[in-house]
Nanobody, 124 residues
Framework: QVQLVESGGGLVQAGGSLKLSCAFS????????MGWFRQAPGKEREFVAVISRSGASTVYADSVKGRFTISRDNAKNTVLLQMNSLKPEDTAVYYC?????????????????WGQGTQVTVSS
């Protein structure tokens, strides 16, 4: 069974940076498209970024484009989210997700496995 474990969240001031990490186990990591989503209190879960199986293709939400970078290391079964120039509106629980179907998808319903989430809080 695939398991995803996020880490790296925390409290940071506006303008600061954080790097989130997601450790994948229980399957063949390179078979999965990997995505990051976030959910703020009272809001629906929203797409942040996605990376293809090889890492050659990435897609970002407009709200994070130019500030966040998704990457993966298929040798270490890890996907990262580097977050720079953080804003208070980036405050949310961030989730890592895995999609075994191979397509670049931005909808939560397209993903098969989810981590437990890690809290990111950006103070103004």
């Amino acid at each position: 069974q695939v398991q995803l474990v996020e880490s790296g969240g925390g409290l940071v001031q506006a303008g600061g940076s954080l790097k989130l990490s997601c450790a994948f186990s229980g399957g063949t990591f390179s078979y999965y498209v990997m995505g990051w989503f976030r959910q703020a209190p009272g809001k629906e879960r929203e797409f942040v970024a996605v990376i293809s199986r090889s890492g050659a293709s990435t897609v970002y939400a407009d709200s994070v484009k130019g500030r966040f970078t998704i990457s993966r290391d298929n040798a270490k079964n890890t996907v990262l989210l580097q977050m720079n120039s953080l804003k208070p509106e980036d405050t949310a629980v961030y989730y890592c997700a895995a999609d075994r179907h191979g397509s670049i998808n931005t909808m939560p319903r397209d993903y098969d496995y989810w981590g437990q989430g890690t809290q990111v809080t950006v103070s103004s």
